[in-house]
């Protein structure tokens, strides 16, 4: 059995470019959903699945997502002084949600690369990965089937769905070497292949659990387009030696990196949250319905 998985990584360095002009100042992953930016969604979901220390991967203009989860001592004091104490509980709560940290990316240079910048204080632990654009809100239930299977196994573990057709050109591509329900081995791994390349029609989504070998292939994997290291390349490596799992999942949430999937993550979160049903009262009546 392997070292318990305690350590999520968030890569949060990226520029936003689909939300501009909006995140010409405002990092996407402060982009509210409901009532919280992103990426609280995401971390929320990792405390959820055991996890207690967070590396986000930030970048030169992402100071909002650090102060978010730091402490503010006037704002704290002026809730407290005028008696808002649900609002001051929330503020404080977010704080100390886990253990956070904080390591800037100084140049763009891919999701692989974002990766390796944790090397340094995960060292030899085995730890997740989640993209603050997938928003997952199953309460940290897939996360932790992951975890299970890294503790259990030894080998690295990433998220899977299946897509139809032309659908997994754009995404990196599993091939299965074996299947045990949701559980597969993956003996092959390609990034946006061509329909007729594709070993199958499993793309990866945006949960990863890996043992620390993984930097290590982070550290040989050469960069590709555009000067980028890939994490699909270096998941490559993982094939065989120690392995690389997969678990297929039918839900995969929301991808709050898209203006039309945000949009629905707002509406059907906040119908989630709707207890009292005032939401959705206030829904009909700006639709007219």
């Not at 102060?67 to 104490?85: I, N, Q, S, T």
């Not at 974002?114 to 030899?124: F, I, L, S």
Request: hydrophobic letters at 45%; a negative charge; charged letters at 25%.
């Amino acid at each position: 059995m392997s070292t318990p998985v305690r350590t999520a990584v968030i890569p949060a360095a990226g520029l936003g470019t689909r939300f501009l002009p909006a995140t010409k100042s405002i990092p996407k992953e402060m982009l509210p959903v409901v009532d919280r930016p992103s990426i609280q969604w995401v971390i929320e979901e990792a405390v959820a699945a055991g996890i207690d220390d967070i590396v986000i991967i930030t970048s030169p203009h992402k100071k909002a997502v650090e102060d978010h989860f730091d402490r503010m001592g006037e704002l704290e004091a002026e809730l407290e002084a005028k008696g808002k104490a649900s609002m001051l509980a929330e503020v404080r709560r977010i704080t100390d949600l886990a253990t956070f940290h904080f390591t800037r990316q100084g140049a763009p240079l891919g999701l692989g690369h974002a990766v390796a910048m944790a090397a340094r204080h995960v060292r030899d632990q085995p730890f997740a990965v989640l993209l603050p654009d997938e928003l997952m809100p199953d309460g940290g239930q897939t996360l932790r089937r992951m975890i299970d299977i890294t503790e259990s196994t030894g080998a690295s573990v990433v998220s899977l769905n299946e897509v139809e057709g032309e659908e997994i050109s754009n995404y990196g591509c599993a091939g299965v070497a074996t299947r045990d329900g949701d559980v597969v081995e993956i003996d092959r791994i390609v990034e946006k292949p061509a329909v007729a390349d594709a070993p199958s029609n499993l793309r990866v989504t945006g949960r990863y659990v890996f043992t620390a070998e993984i930097f290590d292939r982070l550290a040989r994997t050469q960069p590709g387009r555009g000067g980028e290291i890939q994490l699909t390349d270096a998941m490559a490596m993982l094939i065989g030696d120690p392995g690389l799992r997969g678990l297929v999942i039918d839900d995969i949430g929301f991808d709050a990196g898209q203006k039309a999937d945000w949009l629905r993550a707002n509406v059907e979160l906040a119908l989630r949250e709707d207890a009292d049903g005032s939401t959705a009262a206030m829904l009909r009546a700006a639709l007219g319905d």
